[in-house]
């Protein structure tokens, strides 16, 4: 009994740590919460009206909430540094609050300061965070300069309580973070494996449904990689532990899509594309249920339930003898000898499924450090040696180039400073035409829209976002009103509620988080006995006329085009992946050794940010179809791209210490025409008037011929090698289509 409820809380908690990787989200919600009902603990102990109640949970919110340091000694330095920045802020409020046009200038200088203080890194952007925050809290509560001095005990109280919720009551160091990170990691893997085992076992009507779950799983597992590759450098002491275990990281996110890719194959008519994994909407490949389900399917399917069992449980745990013959024998599959007689496509899968526990293996030695080698059968020593002769080759060069900084009107945060002072002022102005009392509420619309928004498109979204979320918000806060009447301590309960919700909700929809703001804003204007209907009402008001303002200002005043910013995030994504691909084809074509593990990041980074670029024109409500399709095909052929180049990488990473790889010259003469392809298509992004086009011709594989008579064309490694080249050479093609590049065919 007791082990069965050990086991349903392992359940419980692999499912909690994949979906909220590292339990941020958790713990962003359950220290702002802390924080907050700390603040109102000790504030109602010490006699507090309810503007002041009120005015200290704010507080104790954006100081806890904007503080976004990764270590602990600085998020104390910046606390530290916010509370006097708190208390002018809160002191000018009160003090311009009768003096209308001065502090409607103040309002706007604050605001340009305060965006402007983002070039200055997570403290700059704390500080005007809390700026801006706390002097639309002063407006809120009517401050006045004689309840200063209480407001000044109101506010270090709650900045206080901050700190012991940030610090005693949910302490997030960077070690612990990143080892809840690698454990959401394990989670997602083995998610992704028993989604791949779903797809094994998917009938004809099943198969769009169980693909669907592998695209999700590998989508998953790849942002935990980025996660843990953000935090490797705060959360390990020692530089080449945290290299190891960013390879072991990328080895086990590649082998685990590539085992994906080969059950797809397996049971497909034909070779299939990440395309299939990336592309929202893909169809499925015409396949009936697997083929042949003889001895070989039953044995497939045993090895996979075996690999989740390997991914979810360590050799040193319970059951480590029958672990450790599991693992033993997934890994002789790497081995020719120890292949199942089936088709050469399911013979591969059971190839990747050997590959898939060499990673799980390395990522266990990485995590946990050496292990008991007692049951290591031959098949398990040599991958051993082949990890420990990786390891022992870890080149630990982490210089970058220094690129040249835009300057100026051209830097993003002085351009971004100016628009969103044009636009709040606009918003004041027609703010105080809708409300002399309430205006603020269009200015925080504008500032809002404004927060990690780079183009008038993302703006216009976001803006949205936050009033279909305040007009559904508005309608809870009328329910939520009449429920908790005036209650003091229900309504702050479920404020408190609503906060976390807030929180946990903020990195998944933007709109529930606005949702949530605002059915708890219509509790506290409960509170403060200025609850009305016609207040929820001037609440959507002047939020559709602050967004508004946001796009104007972003349409009219510097602006930065979609279209142009997508333009651009897309050049430097074919510059990632022409650099990740040329250095690992020259890598393997026997040149020098690079970091090619920092530039596979670089290229995900850029992926992902062209992928939160283009949300704007392939948002559901955008009118223009073809455009929105367009976009989702070109950013499925860069995941496409993006994979077979990781892959690349990694074998090249392998090239000086793996037995059985071995550089070729000839790789070189394959890899040209794949650079000056993705140079070409880049050169036209960057500029509709360049006459560059691509070039095709034979097929990569017959562009490695022997160099002389009797030379071996290529063995199984080369030809891997190949087929990512191969499909790379077609993907990349197939982007000249719909980015309108040339297409030049070499004549014969």
Request: aromatic fraction near 6%; hydrophobic fraction near 50%; charge should be neutral.
């Amino acid at each position: 009994m007791r082990a069965a409820g050990r086991t349903v809380w392992a359940r419980v908690r692999d499912r909690v740590a994949a979906s909220d990787p590292g339990l941020l989200r958790l713990a962003a919600g359950l220290r702002t919460v802390g924080a907050i009902a700390l603040t109102l603990a000790v504030l109602g102990l010490v006699g507090a009206d309810v503007r002041h109640l009120v005015a200290g949970a704010m507080a104790a919110m954006v100081a806890t909430f904007a503080i976004r340091e990764k270590q602990r000694a600085a998020q104390a330095g910046t606390l530290a540094l916010a509370l006097p920045v708190a208390l002018a802020s809160v002191s000018l409020g009160a003090l311009l609050s009768t003096h209308r046009v001065g502090g409607d200038l103040f309002f706007v200088a604050l605001i340009f300061s305060a965006v402007y203080g983002r070039r200055f890194g997570d403290r700059g952007t704390a500080l005007g965070l809390i700026g801006f925050q706390v002097y639309f809290l002063s407006l809120f509560v009517g401050a006045t300069v004689s309840g200063l001095p209480v407001l000044y005990g109101v506010v270090g109280v709650a900045f206080l309580c901050s700190a012991v919720a940030r610090f005693l009551l949910v302490r997030e160091t960077p070690a612990g973070l990143l080892e809840r990170l690698r454990e959401a990691f394990r989670a997602r893997l083995a998610q992704l494996v028993s989604a791949q085992l779903a797809l094994l076992d998917a009938g004809p009507e099943e198969v769009d449904e169980a693909l669907a779950d592998v695209r999700e799983g590998t989508a998953r597992l790849h942002e935990s990689a980025l996660m843990i590759q953000g935090r490797l450098e705060e959360g390990t002491s020692d530089a080449a532990v945290a290299r190891l275990v960013q390879r072991r990281i990328a080895d086990a996110e590649i082998a685990a899509e590539r085992l994906g890719l080969l059950l797809l194959t397996a049971r497909s008519a034909g070779r299939a594309d990440t395309l299939t994994l990336h592309l929202p909407g893909a169809p499925a490949p015409r396949a009936g249920r697997f083929p042949d389900r003889d001895e070989a399917f039953a044995l497939l399917r045993r090895e996979l339930e075996a690999l989740r069992l390997l991914v979810l449980r360590p050799v040193d745990g319970g059951g480590g003898t029958a672990v450790a013959q599991l693992r033993n024998r997934l890994l002789g599959y790497r081995e020719e000898e120890h292949l199942p007689d089936a088709p050469p496509a399911v013979q591969d899968v059971f190839r990747g499924i050997g590959e898939a526990a060499r990673a799980v293996l390395g990522l266990r030695i990485a995590l946990d450090g050496p292990q008991d080698e007692s049951d290591d059968s031959p098949a398990t020593t040599r991958s051993r040696e082949e990890l420990d002769a990786e390891d022992a080759v870890l080149d630990a060069d982490d210089e970058a180039a220094e690129e040249e900084k835009p300057t100026g009107l051209r830097r993003p945060t002085t351009r971004a400073a100016v628009q969103v002072a044009v636009g709040s002022s606009l918003a004041i102005v027609g703010g105080e035409f809708l409300s002399s009392q309430r205006w603020y509420w269009a200015v925080l619309t504008c500032w809002i829209v404004f927060i990690n928004t780079a183009s008038t498109g993302e703006i216009l979204v976001k803006g949205y976002r936050r009033l279909l979320g305040t007009v559904l918000g508005v309608l809870a806060g009328i329910v939520l009103a009449g429920l908790v009447g005036q209650h003091t301590w229900p309504a702050f309960a479920l404020v408190l509620l609503l906060v976390f919700a807030m929180f946990y909700t903020a990195p998944l929809s933007y709109t529930l988080m606005s949702f949530f703001v605002t059915a708890a804003l219509g509790l506290l204007y409960t509170l403060l006995h200025t609850y009305s209907l016609s207040v929820l009402v001037l609440r959507v008001e002047e939020t559709a006329l602050g967004a508004a303002c946001g796009v104007i200002a972003a349409a009219l005043v510097l602006p930065v085009r979609t279209d142009r910013r997508t333009n651009d995030l897309l050049v430097t994504v074919l510059d990632r992946l022409a650099d990740v691909t040329g250095t690992a084809v020259e890598q393997l074509s026997g040149g020098s050794s690079a970091d090619l593990l920092d530039q596979s990041r670089d290229l995900d980074q850029a992926l992902a940010d062209l992928r939160a670029a283009v949300q704007p024109l392939t948002h559901p409500i955008t009118p223009l179809r073809a455009r929105r399709d367009t976009a989702r095909y070109v950013l499925a052929l860069l995941e496409t791209c993006a994979y077979h180049a990781r892959s690349l990488a990694a074998t090249a990473e392998l090239l000086p210490t793996h037995p059985s790889i071995a550089a070729d010259p000839r790789l070189r003469r394959a890899g040209r025409r794949i650079g000056h392809n993705i140079a070409a298509i880049a050169a036209h992004a960057a500029d509709e008037r360049s006459t560059e086009g691509i070039e095709t011709g034979p097929s990569i594989a017959s562009l490695l011929g022997a160099d002389a008579p009797g030379t071996p064309r290529f063995g199984r490694v080369t030809d891997r090698v190949l087929r990512h080249l191969q499909r790379l050479d077609e993907t990349v093609a197939g982007l000249a289509r719909p980015l309108e590049v040339p297409v030049r065919t070499p004549e014969r």
